[in-house]
């Protein structure tokens, strides 16, 4: 691996690295391992910060989600950002120390779905910390060089590496068709809810509606700009004064997904994003009697750019989000801070520390 020098001058890619290790459900530990040589179009990138998402803790707790199982130790983490440290064959040296945002899945990019401009349904797909794929809690990964996106200055680490849960926000709000003026209901305010929120009042949405039961994340969502919150414990979203047109579900509760959907307008759009069980009640009736569209959302193309734009204009605040930073050796703690902390909204990893 080869480094070149740019204004300030870049540390040398050390020999080996520190990562941490799912080797099964609930254990933990880290390790020592080589760092990986970056291909043709490959880039090595030091991590500085990388986000726990609630597929990281399902792994933690349970060793798999759906037909994906741990079945030999698993590096979680895909919401990474950090710098260049050197670059394979085919990237130019410049590139070397620029501060990056990792995109974590790679498609295969010529797979008829690829071709169509749908990459992120690649069945080739090679997403980070989905088996038998390592992830980002590590000081090093290795990525295709045109999935690690430059970022600006101004940009912190923790918000460049949650560039990608918000990059699910703005892929849910295109599928939802949020425009100039849409009345949208987002249901659920955890991390992906609340960059829903953000992404749908950047999109041109005039109200929008944030249901939950946790009343530090309503206040939250309001905070960031949600027009009314309701609190499910207490009320129902059917009985707001105007039905949304765009129901972004990000709970993936199945009482939450029937009484969001429900409560739509005709004509409205159903996007499912949260991931609840295999199997869920439709209310079918309200479906074909208002000709809803009901559609699933499956992580995001194109996304970056976008995200990017929004975080470095202001429009979107993703460190307001970060409620805990822990260093690699208390990946574990990360991982269950959730359950710890009820008000806990995002927590990172600085594998650096």
Same mark, same amino acid.
């Given at each position: 691996?080869?480094?070149?020098?740019?204004?300030?001058?870049?540390?040398?890619?050390?020999?080996?690295?520190?990562?941490?290790?799912?080797?099964?459900?609930?254990?933990?530990?880290?390790?020592?391992?080589?760092?990986?040589?970056?291909?043709?179009?490959?880039?090595?990138?030091?991590?500085?910060?990388?986000?726990?998402?609630?597929?990281?803790?399902?792994?933690?707790?349970?060793?798999?989600?759906?037909?994906?199982?741990?079945?030999?130790?698993?590096?979680?983490?895909?919401?990474?950002?950090?710098?260049?440290?050197?670059?394979?064959?085919?990237?130019?040296?410049?590139?070397?120390?620029?501060?990056?945002?990792?995109?974590?899945?790679?498609? !295969?990019?010529?797979?008829?779905?690829?071709?169509?401009?749908?990459?992120?349904?690649?069945?080739?797909?090679?997403?980070?910390?989905?088996?038998?794929?390592?992830?980002?809690?590590?000081?090093?990964?290795?990525?295709?060089?045109?999935?690690?996106?430059?970022?600006?200055?101004?940009?912190?680490?923790?918000?460049?590496?949650?560039?990608?849960?918000?990059?699910?926000?703005?892929?849910?709000?295109?599928?939802?068709?949020?425009?100039?003026?849409?009345?949208?209901?987002?249901?659920?305010?955890?991390?992906?809810?609340?960059?829903?929120?953000?992404?749908?009042?950047?999109?041109?949405?005039?109200?929008?509606?944030?249901? !939950?039961?946790?009343?530090?994340?309503?206040?939250?969502?309001?905070?960031?700009?949600?027009?009314?919150?309701?609190?499910?414990?207490?009320?129902?979203?059917?009985?707001? !004064?105007?039905?949304?047109?765009?129901?972004?579900?990000?709970?993936?509760?199945?009482?939450?997904?029937?009484?969001?959907?429900?409560?739509?307008?005709?004509?409205?759009?159903?996007?499912?994003?949260?991931?609840?069980?295999?199997?869920?009640?439709?209310?079918?009736?309200?479906?074909?009697?208002?000709?809803?569209?009901?559609?699933?959302?499956?992580?995001?193309?194109?996304?970056?750019?976008?995200?990017?734009?929004?975080?470095?204009?202001?429009?979107? !605040?993703?460190?307001?989000?970060?409620?805990?930073?822990?260093?690699?050796?208390?990946?574990?703690?990360?991982?269950?801070?959730?359950?710890?902390?009820?008000?806990?909204?995002?927590?990172?990893?600085?594998?650096?520390?």
């Amino acid at each position: 691996m080869t480094a070149a020098t740019a204004d300030a001058p870049v540390p040398p890619v050390a020999p080996s690295m520190r990562v941490a290790v799912l080797r099964g459900a609930g254990d933990v530990a880290v390790e020592e391992r080589p760092v990986p040589e970056p291909g043709p179009g490959e880039v090595v990138v030091r991590v500085s910060s990388v986000g726990v998402c609630g597929s990281d803790t399902h792994y933690y707790e349970h060793g798999r989600i759906g037909r994906f199982v741990v079945e030999e130790p698993l590096v979680l983490g895909h919401e990474a950002a950090g710098e260049v440290a050197a670059v394979g064959p085919g990237v130019p040296a410049a590139r070397v120390g620029q501060r990056v945002s990792v995109e974590p899945g790679v498609p !295969d990019l010529t797979c008829p779905q690829c071709l169509a401009g749908r990459y992120n349904l690649c069945p080739g797909m090679r997403f980070f910390a989905t088996p038998p794929i390592d992830g980002a809690f590590a000081e090093y990964v290795v990525v295709h060089a045109a999935f690690a996106h430059p970022v600006p200055d101004g940009m912190s680490d923790d918000a460049a590496a949650l560039l990608e849960p918000l990059s699910v926000g703005i892929w849910a709000c295109r599928r939802g068709g949020v425009s100039a003026g849409s009345r949208v209901l987002v249901v659920g305010a955890g991390p992906i809810g609340l960059v829903s929120v953000q992404a749908a009042l950047a999109f041109g949405a005039t109200e929008v509606v944030v249901s !939950d039961v946790n009343p530090a994340r309503l206040a939250l969502a309001r905070d960031l700009g949600a027009t009314e919150v309701v609190d499910a414990r207490t009320a129902d979203v059917a009985d707001l !004064d105007r039905p949304p047109g765009v129901l972004l579900e990000c709970s993936g509760h199945p009482a939450a997904i029937g009484q969001g959907i429900r409560a739509l307008d005709r004509a409205g759009r159903a996007v499912l994003v949260g991931m609840g069980g295999d199997e869920v009640p439709l209310p079918l009736s309200v479906v074909q009697e208002r000709e809803l569209e009901v559609t699933g959302t499956f992580r995001y193309a194109g996304t970056w750019p976008t995200a990017i734009a929004l975080v470095a204009a202001g429009r979107v !605040d993703l460190d307001r989000l970060v409620t805990g930073t822990y260093g690699l050796d208390r990946a574990e703690d990360a991982l269950t801070a959730g359950r710890r902390d009820p008000d806990s909204v995002k927590v990172v990893v600085h594998p650096r520390s």
